[in-house]
């Protein structure tokens, strides 16, 4: 809903930072499942 009425008032500084914020949450996300996965399949090593 931020991110529609952003994009309708052309709020440039905030559509960059709720992309900004959903790329971090992501890259979280993704470190989380990698570190998961070797802790429950430990055949896999980094």
Partial sequence: ???LNANF???EPL???IV???AILILVFNLLVD???AVID???RY
């Fill in 1 to 3: 809903n931020y991110f």
């Fill in 9 to 11: 008032a052309r709020d």
């Fill in 15 to 17: 559509i960059i930072g």
């Fill in 20 to 22: 900004a914020f959903l």
């Fill in 35 to 37: 570190i998961a996965y």
């Fill in 42 to 44: 430990p055949r896999i």
